[in-house]
C-alpha cells in the first residue's frame, strides 16, 4: 500500500524503495527521535547500521520490526537519561561563575562517543535551565521541583507514544526521504488536519492542553457551546468524561491529551458530562459535573479578518483609506463545498464578504496580508486570485509525466477592482505564492514584503482505506506530492520563492529556513508563459516608492524597532550558543528590560498607540509551555495579537503613495497603467 510513495503513478517525483532510499529512511528517522542528539550514542548508531540496507524490505512486506527495535532503543536511552537529570539536580553543579557556553544547536553535530560525552551535554543543559529559572527570579527548591517535574513529564511523553505512533514517526521518515512535502496521516492526524482546512469541528468548543497528568482548558472559543454554557473557563481542568445523560464517566487524569479531545468531541446535538475541577480551586477538591449540548464549532481566529488604515498623504498629497484583509490560511471546508452547504468555509468567500464590507467604509486601496500564510487549498488560491482579475489563467500544474495543465478564473468581473497590494514573508508559501505571483504577473497589484518561502508543489491526500474498501477508518491518509505549479510567466517559485517589489528587511535568510533548506527539494525551473492580461507594469513606479518607503521607516521609530529586533534574534541564531556564567546572562537580561521600559518611555512621550504587551511578563520566565499558568499566557497571547504592526501599516502607506503619485503624475500614470477601466480607479 505504501509502495504509492516510490510509485511514478502517483508521485511527482518517484524514488525507487531500494537500499538507497533505505539508507536515508533511517537517517531521517534518527533524527526524527533524537534530532538534537541528546540520547542516542554513536554505538547505538552503528548497531543501527544493521538496519540500512534493510528498511525498504520492511515496508515492503509490512513487517517493521527494525523500526519498532530502534525505538525500544531509543525509549530506554530515554529513560537513562532522564533518571541521569533527576539525579543532577541532587547536586552541587550549580555555580555560575565559570566562563562556559552551552551549544544549543546540536543539528550538524557528531553523536556522542560515550556516556561520559553525553553526562557533559546534559549537565550543561541542564544547568543552562536551571539558570533561565534563576534568573527569573525562582528559589533553589522551587527550581529543582520544576525541573525534576519538567523531566518525569519528558519520560511521560515518551512512554506514552503507542504502536501507531511509532509507526507515524517512522512512515514520516520514508515520505520525507521521497520530498519535503510528502507525509503520513494516521486516521487521527487526518481528521485533524481535515478540521484545520474547514475551519469547523462538533465538539464543545474549547481548546485543550496538557498540563502534568491533567487535561486543562486554555481558551473558550467565542459562540460555541462552552462559551454560550458560561459554565467553563481557562485553567479548568477536565478530570474526567462521560457520554450522554447516563453514560459512566471516565476518569480521565494520566489520559494522552487527544484520547481525551476524542472522547469529549462529537455529533451535533449529543450530549458530553464534564467532570471539571476550577482553575482557582485545588486539584484534590470536589469536581464539579458540566453538561454540555456538542455543536458546530467555527474556529473564527483562523479566519480572515479586516482593519482600515488611515494614511496622511504630506507634501500636498491626498489622505487616504487602506483596508487591509489578514488571511492566515487558504482554508476550505472541501465536505461542506462538496454538500453544497450555503455557509461552508472558505477563503475566498469570507475575503469577498470583507472587501463588499469595505466598500461602505470609503477605502481606497486594499492589501492583502498573507505573512505568515503557509497555504492551503489551491482551488482557493485560484478562487481568491479571480476576485482581483476578471478572467484568466492563474496557474499552470505540470504533472509526472509532463502533462501541463492550466488552471484559472473562469467567472467574468471582479470583487474589488480598485489599487491592490499583497503584503508577503518567509513564511508565506504555497498557495500565498500561487497568488502572490499571479497579482505580480497580471500587473495587478504591488507585492510587498520579503521573498516567500519558495514551495512550487502540488500535494493531494489519498486515503489508504480505499483500496481495501474499509467501512472503518484504519490505515490513514498519505499527503502526496503529486505536480508542480508554475506562475503565468512560466516561473516556478520553487526554491526562489516570490520576490517583492517593494523590499522590507530579510527577518531571515534563505539559508535558515524556506524551500532551500531542504536537501531532497526540488530544482527551480522554467516553463513557457500561457497569454495573460497586463494590467499595468509598475516597474517605472518602484524607485520613487522605494525612496519615499525608506525616508518614511527611518522617521517611524516603530519600525525601526522591528528591525533592530530582526538584526538582534539574527546575531544571536547565527551564534548558536549560550553563555552560562551568571553576570553575562543577567547583564544581556538587564539590557532586554531597559530596552522595553526605554520604548515604552518613548511611546508615552511621541504620543504613539500604547503596547497591550507593556505591563504583561516579557522576559523569559524558563518554563515550558505547559508550566506557565494558562490564563496569564492565553492574555498574553491576546495582548500580542493587538500590537501595533508597523509593517502592516507601512505596507498600507506604500499604496496610498501609489495611488496618490499615479493620481497626480499623468506621464507616470501612463507609464505603469495601460487605458482600461483599472487604471481609472488607481488615478481617481
Given amino acids: 500500500m505504501f509502495g504509492l510513495l516510490s510509485d511514478s503513478r502517483y508521485a511527482y517525483r518517484p524514488k525507487p524503495l531500494d537500499d538507497a532510499l533505505s539508507e536515508q529512511i533511517l537517517e531521517r528517522y534518527l533524527e526524527a527521535l533524537d534530532g538534537g542528539k541528546q540520547f542516542l550514542l554513536a554505538s547505538d548508531v552503528e548497531g543501527f547500521d544493521r538496519y540500512a540496507l534493510e528498511l525498504d524490505d520492511a515496508i515492503r512486506s509490512g513487517e517493521l520490526g527494525?523500526?519498532?527495535?530502534?525505538?525500544?532503543?531509543?525509549?530506554?536511552?530515554?529513560?537513562?537519561?532522564?533518571?541521569?537529570?533527576?539525579?543532577?539536580?541532587?547536586?552541587?553543579i550549580f555555580d555560575f561563575t565559570a566562563?562556559?557556553?552551552?551549544?544549543?544547536?546540536?543539528?550538524?553535530?557528531?553523536?556522542?562517543?560515550?556516556?561520559?560525552?553525553?553526562?557533559?551535554?546534559?549537565?550543561?543543559?541542564?544547568?543552562?535551565?536551571?539558570?533561565?529559572?534563576?534568573?527569573?527570579?525562582?528559589?533553589?527548591?522551587?527550581?529543582?521541583?520544576?525541573?525534576?517535574?519538567?523531566?518525569?513529564?519528558?519520560?511521560?511523553?515518551?512512554?506514552?507514544?503507542?504502536?501507531?505512533?511509532?509507526?507515524?514517526?517512522?512512515?514520516?521518515?520514508?515520505?520525507?526521504?521521497?520530498?519535503?512535502?510528502?507525509?503520513?496521516?494516521?486516521?487521527?492526524?487526518?481528521?485533524?488536519f481535515n478540521l484545520s482546512m474547514s475551519l469547523s469541528l462538533e465538539g464543545i468548543g474549547a481548546v485543550l492542553q496538557k498540563q502534568d497528568d491533567v487535561?486543562?482548558?486554555?481558551?473558550?472559543?467565542?459562540?460555541?457551546?462552552?462559551?454560550?454554557?458560561?459554565?467553563?473557563?481557562?485553567?479548568?481542568?477536565?478530570?474526567?468524561?462521560?457520554?450522554?445523560?447516563?453514560?459512566?464517566?471516565?476518569?480521565?487524569?494520566?489520559?494522552?491529551?487527544?484520547?481525551?479531545?476524542?472522547?469529549?468531541?462529537?455529533?451535533?446535538?449529543?450530549?458530553?458530562?464534564?467532570?471539571?475541577?476550577?482553575?482557582?480551586?485545588?486539584?484534590?477538591?470536589?469536581?464539579?459535573?458540566?453538561?454540555?449540548?456538542?455543536?458546530?464549532?467555527?474556529?473564527?481566529?483562523?479566519?480572515?479578518?479586516?482593519?482600515?488604515?488611515?494614511?496622511?498623504?504630506?507634501?500636498?498629497?491626498?489622505?487616504?483609506?487602506?483596508?487591509?484583509i489578514e488571511l492566515p490560511g487558504f482554508y476550505q471546508d472541501f465536505e461542506g463545498r462538496r454538500m453544497r452547504r450555503d455557509d461552508y468555509a472558505s477563503a475566498t468567500r469570507d475575503v469577498a464578504r470583507l472587501l463588499?464590507?469595505?466598500?461602505?467604509?470609503?477605502?481606497?486601496?486594499?492589501?492583502?496580508?498573507?505573512?505568515?500564510?503557509?497555504?492551503?487549498?489551491?482551488?482557493?488560491?485560484?478562487?481568491?486570485?479571480?476576485?482581483?482579475?476578471?478572467?484568466?489563467?492563474?496557474?499552470?500544474?505540470?504533472?509526472?509525466?509532463?502533462?501541463?495543465?492550466?488552471?484559472?478564473?473562469?467567472?467574468?468581473?471582479?470583487?474589488?477592482?480598485?489599487?491592490?497590494?499583497?503584503?508577503?514573508?518567509?513564511?508565506?508559501?504555497?498557495?500565498?505564492?500561487i497568488f502572490a505571483?499571479?497579482?505580480q504577473d497580471y500587473g495587478r497589484g504591488l507585492v510587498i514584503g520579503e521573498t516567500t518561502f519558495g514551495k512550487g508543489t502540488v500535494q493531494n491526500l489519498v486515503n489508504l482505506d480505499r483500496w481495501p474498501a474499509n467501512e472503518a477508518e484504519r490505515f490513514g491518509q498519505v499527503k502526496l506530492t503529486v505536480a508542480q505549479f508554475f506562475r503565468v510567466s512560466g516561473s516556478s517559485t520553487q526554491n526562489k520563492g516570490v520576490v517583492p517589489d517593494i523590499r522590507f528587511p530579510a527577518s531571515m535568510d534563505a539559508g535558515e529556513y524556506g524551500e532551500s533548506t531542504y536537501d531532497n527539494a526540488l530544482p527551480w525551473t522554467k516553463i513557457s508563459a500561457v497569454p495573460h492580461t497586463t494590467y499595468g507594469d509598475f516597474a517605472p513606479l518602484l524607485e520613487r516608492l522605494d525612496e519615499r518607503h525608506h525616508e518614511r521607516v527611518a522617521q517611524d521609530i516603530e519600525f525601526g524597532w522591528w528591525k533592530e529586533d530582526v538584526e538582534?534574534?539574527?546575531?544571536?541564531?547565527?551564534?548558536?550558543?549560550?553563555?552560562?556564567?551568571?553576570?553575562?546572562?543577567?547583564?544581556?537580561?538587564?539590557?532586554?528590560?531597559?530596552r522595553r521600559e526605554e520604548r515604552q518611555r518613548i511611546r508615552e512621550e511621541l504620543g504613539l498607540a500604547p503596547d497591550p504587551l507593556a505591563d504583561l511578563a516579557l522576559s523569559d520566565d524558563g518554563l515550558t509551555a505547559n508550566e506557565r499558568d494558562i490564563a496569564a499566557d492565553v492574555a498574553r497571547e491576546k495582548a500580542a495579537e493587538e500590537r501595533p504592526d508597523p509593517l502592516q501599516r507601512e505596507a498600507a502607506a506604500i499604496l496610498a503613495d501609489a495611488l496618490n503619485l499615479l493620481a497626480t503624475d499623468d506621464q507616470l500614470s501612463s507609464l505603469v497603467l495601460p487605458p482600461t477601466a483599472n487604471a481609472q480607479h488607481w488615478t481617481n
Avoid at 523500526?67 to 539536580?89: K, P, T
Avoid at 492589501?367 to 496557474?395: C, H, K, M, W, Y
Avoid at 467567472?411 to 508577503?424: E, F, K, T, Y
Fill in 66 to 92: 527494525p523500526a519498532y527495535d530502534i525505538f525500544a532503543v531509543y525509549r530506554q536511552r530515554v529513560a537513562e537519561r532522564i533518571a541521569h537529570a533527576r539525579g543532577l539536580l541532587q547536586e552541587d
Fill in 99 to 192: 566562563d562556559e557556553r552551552f551549544v544549543y544547536d546540536r543539528e550538524d553535530a557528531p553523536w556522542p562517543a560515550d556516556e561520559a560525552e553525553l553526562d557533559t551535554l546534559w549537565r550543561k543543559t541542564l544547568r543552562n535551565e536551571w539558570l533561565r529559572l534563576k534568573l527569573a527570579g525562582r528559589e533553589a527548591d522551587d527550581i529543582r521541583a520544576t525541573l525534576d517535574k519538567r523531566y518525569v513529564n519528558m519520560l511521560d511523553n515518551v512512554n506514552e507514544l503507542e504502536g501507531r505512533d511509532v509507526f507515524q514517526i517512522f512512515m514520516n521518515a520514508y515520505a520525507g526521504a521521497i520530498d519535503p512535502h510528502t507525509a503520513y496521516f494516521t486516521p487521527r492526524t487526518a481528521e485533524n
Fill in 215 to 324: 487535561t486543562v482548558i486554555r481558551e473558550i472559543m467565542p459562540g460555541g457551546p462552552a462559551d454560550k454554557s458560561g459554565l467553563l473557563g481557562p485553567g479548568d481542568r477536565i478530570i474526567g468524561v462521560g457520554q450522554g445523560s447516563d453514560g459512566e464517566v471516565e476518569d480521565v487524569i494520566g489520559w494522552r491529551l487527544d484520547n481525551v479531545v476524542e472522547k469529549i468531541r462529537g455529533p451535533k446535538g449529543s450530549l458530553v458530562r464534564l467532570d471539571v475541577v476550577p482553575a482557582k480551586a485545588g486539584l484534590d477538591s470536589e469536581p464539579v459535573r458540566v453538561a454540555i449540548t456538542r455543536d458546530e464549532v467555527r474556529i473564527e481566529d483562523q479566519a480572515a479578518k479586516a482593519e482600515v488604515y488611515d494614511i496622511e498623504g504630506g507634501d500636498g498629497m491626498a489622505d487616504r483609506r487602506i483596508g487591509v
Fill in 356 to 433: 463588499r464590507e469595505f466598500d461602505g467604509q470609503g477605502v481606497d486601496g486594499v492589501v492583502l496580508d498573507l505573512r505568515d500564510n503557509g497555504g492551503g487549498s489551491l482551488n482557493e488560491a485560484i478562487e481568491l486570485t479571480g476576485l482581483f482579475i476578471d478572467d484568466g489563467p492563474v496557474v499552470q500544474v505540470r504533472e509526472s509525466g509532463g502533462r501541463i495543465s492550466v488552471e484559472g478564473d473562469e467567472d467574468a468581473g471582479v470583487a474589488w477592482d480598485g489599487p491592490l497590494a499583497v503584503l508577503v514573508n518567509r513564511r508565506s508559501a504555497s498557495a500565498s505564492e
Fill in 437 to 439: 505571483g499571479a497579482i
Fill in 568 to 594: 538582534r534574534t539574527r546575531e544571536l541564531l547565527e551564534r548558536d550558543w549560550i553563555s552560562l556564567n551568571e553576570d553575562e546572562r543577567r547583564a544581556e537580561r538587564e539590557e532586554h528590560e531597559a
